[in-house]
C-alpha cells in the first residue's frame, strides 16, 4: 500500500484500479448492505426494466474509489470527508471498470484534497461521475 502526504501531491496526480464485476461480487453485495433489488438479482425481473437484464448495484461500482484512495492514492492513513456521485450508464455483470481519480484541489490549511473520480467500463464509456474530498495522512514532520 502506498502513502502520500498532501505536501506530496500536486495537481493532475492520478490514480486508477479496474475490476471486473462477477455474479458472485452483486451476490455479496446484496448479501452485505441488505439490498436485494431484483434488478441486481433476478434475471426475469430484469428482463422487464429499462436494462433488459441485470445491473452491478451503483454503489458497489463506486466503492471502487474507495479502494483507490484507501491503498494508493492518497492510501494508508487517508480519511474520507465527502463522495458525490452521478451514475451515468449501468454496470453490467462480467463487466469491467475501471476508476481513475485525479487531484483536482489542494487545500493545504484544512490538510484537505479534492478530487475528480471517473469510472468507465472496458468500451470506454462513462458509467460513473463524481468528486471526493479526504483528508490525506499526516507525516511527522508536518
Not at 448495484?57 to 474507495?66: D, E, I, K, R
Not at 487531484?103 to 458509467?127: M, S, W, Y
Amino acid at each position: 500500500m502506498e502513502s502520500h502526504a498532501l505536501n506530496e501531491l500536486h495537481l493532475g496526480d492520478r490514480a486508477a484500479t479496474s475490476k471486473t464485476f462477477t455474479e458472485e461480487d452483486v451476490r455479496a453485495f446484496a448479501r452485505i448492505t441488505g439490498d436485494a433489488n431484483p434488478a441486481h438479482l433476478d434475471e426475469e425481473y430484469a428482463q422487464t426494466t429499462v436494462f433488459r437484464t441485470r445491473i452491478v448495484h451503483g454503489m458497489l461500482v463506486g466503492s471502487l474509489f474507495s479502494a483507490v484512495f484507501g491503498t494508493i492514492l492518497p492510501g494508508l492513513g487517508t480519511i474520507y470527508t465527502f463522495q458525490s456521485l452521478k451514475f451515468v450508464k449501468p454496470v453490467y455483470l462480467d463487466d469491467t471498470v475501471t476508476a481513475t481519480v485525479t487531484v483536482k484541489e489542494l487545500i493545504p490549511e484544512k490538510n484537505r484534497v479534492l478530487f475528480d473520480c471517473i469510472a468507465q467500463n472496458q468500451h470506454g464509456d462513462t458509467v460513473l461521475v463524481g468528486e471526493a474530498q479526504l483528508m490525506p495522512p499526516r507525516r511527522e514532520s508536518q
